[in-house]
């Protein structure tokens, strides 16, 4: 079956799923939960309040609380305590600050009244859900609230996608009918959150309410019908977003074949109307009829405008820069760019992208490509008329060639564009977009420069962070074994002649070992050296499990090993080297059905400093000649270097 021309594509689902959930965020909410977070002790109840009046932030919680439906580990939250408890507060402080630096409701800019009645629809519902749990006992209380809160988690996508055009339908409705959605737009509400609901990973009750709750039957779950009801109470209140008219006495009825009791419904009503005075004490204002709410949103909106920041000292500049030196990771310091330019400039949303040299692209810091809309490649920003390599920073406008798609990409009227680079001849780094969609006001000169110290500071620590890495894997290189990933031959001797000269300084003992896995040739042979190769990485892993973090395990040969014990006398080191052959035994036994004929195992020597005069080679000669003893005895046991041991 053909896909309708307006259905949403998996491919673009969840980014404008996020994208058009982030359009209903209240923004101070956010900020409340924003001091909060940042208090010495926030505590965990009011937190879980401030997030559950925000359906958005609500639906966002339980995605990122959620393990993915490819690798999951435990069963997705139900409620919202849980949720929040397993993404821990840094990252809902995170989740918070995200309308301010991604897409924010540019279809709705003109119209935050009718955004704010769908949301009072929510809460609405989602009190009256929470009501009915309570007098039912057949769902618990938080689960009631959080689905009534999600059950039109489709329409945020469909007031997003459609704008003005989804608003007048909403309004003009007749009745709940998804169908007469699909007739004017090709999609409906209900499929729409269906599918961001399991993209997202959401738990199976909410997916099914999400879906079904349009159609609700007597064989229906106790948790779709709780929805379904709440939904027509909330409506026949006048809480409704285009959902057409609900008789008051049919609900009622229905509330009566459930035997809740009459003085529960009548607590109804009251119950919504505390909720949505809760969420409008939150908001600054105060709630007394219906559309309070909305009013208040659109009041809100107007006076959330960015003003500019008065202008920075060289010493207070300094200070700021300093705040990003302890920082470690790539995203890190792209969370630190996004934040700061958020907080010292006017600029009203901020979108970082670091490079991924693998493939050329260019990743969104903190994966806010779900609320941008993915990612962007070198080439595509050459495509649009992107040169950054000459500039430090591009103001593009609609009149400027080629730079229209990106602008209508992000709804942005005027953009700055700016490139992470040290100095104009350095790697390009990644690319930073900023602009002042909220207000509409030109950018400032000031602003510009200010984010170019910010943006020039963290391309340094970048380009540092990427020096490091190099440097730290030449050194992985002259030092490690290609196949093993211990210490090579070199290296370890180097090790052995600075633990043997510590020893010396602190006469605390000093053993070494050597080992040899048996027959090895011959398995080769047998085998194949791609076997022998497996053989050698596993042993050398079992042999650095093994052994403590203080020793020294390193490939002295073929498929021969040096470890070296410091502070471990020859007794010690002659009991551990006899539960490593016992290890390696037991692994051998465990591989029986891959090498029935030779199963791995080892002989080993042990051999410790014995003078003052006791140099790497005498300890490696001493040691050598006891892994020759247990071979020339049987193999697949321990000798001891002493004096007396010598071929034969």
């Not at 379904?228 to 008789?247: C, D, I, P, T």
């Not at 070199?490 to 070992?513: D, H, N, Q, Y």
């Not at 199963?599 to 001493?622: C, F, L, M, Q």
Request: hydrophobic share 40%; aromatic share 6%.
């Amino acid at each position: 079956m053909a896909e309708a021309p307006n259905s949403p594509s998996n491919a673009g689902l969840q980014s404008g799923a996020a994208r058009a959930l982030l359009a209903a965020r209240i923004w101070p909410l956010c900020a409340r939960l924003q001091d909060l977070l940042q208090s010495p002790a926030p505590a965990p109840g009011k937190i879980e309040r401030l997030v559950a009046l925000d359906p958005v932030l609500c639906a966002q919680v339980l995605r990122h609380a959620t393990d993915p439906p490819s690798a999951p580990t435990s069963e997705p939250p139900t409620h919202l305590n849980d949720a929040l408890r397993r993404l821990g507060n840094p990252s809902l402080a995170r989740l918070c600050s995200l309308p301010f630096a991604s897409a924010f409701p540019w279809t709705l800019a003109d119209d935050w009244t009718s955004c704010g009645a769908l949301i009072e629809h929510s809460l609405a519902t989602a009190a009256a859900c929470r009501l009915l749990a309570h007098a039912l006992r057949n769902v618990s209380e938080p689960t009631a609230y959080l689905a009534g809160l999600l059950h039109d988690f489709g329409r945020y996508w469909m007031l997003s996608r459609f704008g003005r055009e989804y608003i007048d339908f909403a309004h003009t409705a007749q009745d709940n009918s998804t169908a007469f959605e699909r007739q004017r737009f090709g999609v409906d509400h209900a499929d729409v959150g269906r599918q961001i609901a399991e993209a997202w990973n959401l738990a199976v009750p909410f997916q099914t309410v999400i879906a079904g709750h349009h159609k609700v039957s007597r064989d229906s779950d106790s948790l779709s019908r709780i929805v379904s009801l709440s939904e027509r109470m909330a409506v026949s209140a006048g809480f409704g977003f285009g959902h057409g008219a609900v008789a008051l006495i049919d609900v009622e009825k229905e509330l009566d074949e459930l035997h809740v009791p009459r003085e529960i419904q009548g607590e109804i009503l009251p119950q919504i109307c505390e909720t949505l005075r809760h969420a409008a004490k939150a908001l600054g204002g105060s709630f007394n009829n219906a559309g309070d709410l909305s009013k208040l949103m659109n009041v809100t909106h107007a006076t959330e405008v960015r003003t500019h920041s008065p202008a920075l000292s060289p010493t207070r500049i300094a200070k700021i820069l300093r705040t990003a030196d302890g920082l470690e990771s790539e995203s890190e310091l792209g969370l630190w760019l996004r934040d700061t330019v958020l907080q010292h400039t006017a600029f009203e949303r901020v979108f970082v992208f670091l490079h991924e040299e693998a493939d050329d692209l260019l990743h969104e810091v903190h994966h806010l490509q779900d609320t941008f809309g993915a990612f962007l490649s070198l080439s595509q920003l050459h495509m649009i008329g992107l040169d950054l390599r000459g500039r430090n920073h591009v103001r593009l406008h609609h009149q400027d060639l080629g730079a229209s798609q990106l602008l209508r990409l992000l709804h942005s009227e005027e953009l700055a564009v700016m490139s992470l680079k040290s100095d104009p001849q350095s790697t390009l780094m990644g690319v930073l977009f900023a602009d002042r969609l909220y207000s509409g006001a030109a950018l400032e000169r000031s602003d510009l420069y200010l984010t170019e110290i910010f943006v020039r500071h963290v391309a340094q620590a970048l380009e540092r962070r990427k020096l490091v890495a190099r440097l730290e894997a030449y050194r992985d290189d002259a030092e490690r074994d290609y196949l093993t990933s211990i210490y090579n031959r070199r290296f370890t001797v180097r090790l052995l002649e600075r633990e043997i000269l510590k020893s010396r300084r602190t006469a605390e003992p000093l053993s070494i070992i050597m080992l040899d896995i048996d027959n090895f040739k011959a398995f080769n042979d047998l085998y194949g050296h791609l076997a022998g190769d497996v053989v050698l990485r596993e042993v050398a892993l079992l042999v650095s499990e093994t052994a403590r973090s203080s020793d020294i395990v390193g490939r002295y040969g073929g498929e021969e090993f040096l470890l070296v014990l410091p502070d471990t006398s020859i007794e010690n080191s002659y009991v551990f080297a006899e539960r490593l052959r016992n290890v390696v035994e037991e692994y051998g036994r465990s591989k029986v059905a891959l090498y029935p004929n030779k199963p791995p195992t080892i002989s080993i020597g042990v051999s410790a400093i014995s003078s003052e005069k006791d140099s790497p080679n005498d300890a490696i000669e001493r040691v050598d000649r006891a892994l020759y003893a247990s071979k020339k005895a049987g193999r697949n046991r321990v000798c001891l270097g002493l004096p007396d041991v010598s071929p034969t």
